[in-house]
């Protein structure tokens, strides 16, 4: 309470003062008022630069989460499109060896030649298709042997190809870009032993 009695006539006192035309009373009034409002606006806008810098924190996480959603749900749907695409190709890959055995199997016979080439066309144009979606054919035939992509089904003796060599095909093998569908099905070349 004196404290407040003592500002009264503080303030009485520097009234008094200021009505009798005492300037340097004035300028400390209008400092004091100048530093109050300072200190005041100083404390605001420390406030505001705050908040700013909290909302601003805030919204480059929700950005960052926003772009890492999008990234996933397009890898989500490039993988989904990948694992149909593969799943379709693999379930048709047993009908194009069919055709394979079947245009094989009826090139013994004259007759069927008509035949045969209107086959080899639909199976031409079928591959075509399934390779416009990424389908490549793997038709090792004297190349050297990769377990990644053939498969080893017997070994024969020929001195005309070195050791390692696939001699012959007898089930072609099939990739989807870089995923292996079905290895290739080899015979390869092994050296007479000594």
Known sequence: MEKEIKKTETSNDVSEKA??????VQEEITDQISENENHNLEKKLAEAYGKHDD????????????????KRSIREREDAVLRTR????????????A??????????????????EGFKM??????????????????????????KFHEAIGFEEDNEYEMDIVIKTVRNGYRLGEKLLRPASVIVNKQKES
């Open 19 to 24: 009505k009798n035309g005492d300037k340097s």
């Open 55 to 70: 909302i601003q924190n805030k919204y480059l996480r929700v950005h960052a989460d926003l772009e890492n959603i999008k």
């Open 86 to 97: 593969s799943q379709l190709i693999t379930d048709l890959l047993p009908v194009l060896d």
């Open 99 to 116: 055709f394979q055995m079947g245009i094989n199997e009826a090139s013994k016979e004259e007759e069927a030649m008509n035949y045969i």
């Open 122 to 147: 639909a199976v031409k144009q079928l591959e075509s298709v399934l390779g416009e979606y990424g389908l490549v054919l793997i038709d090792p035939k004297e190349e050297s042997f990769d377990p």
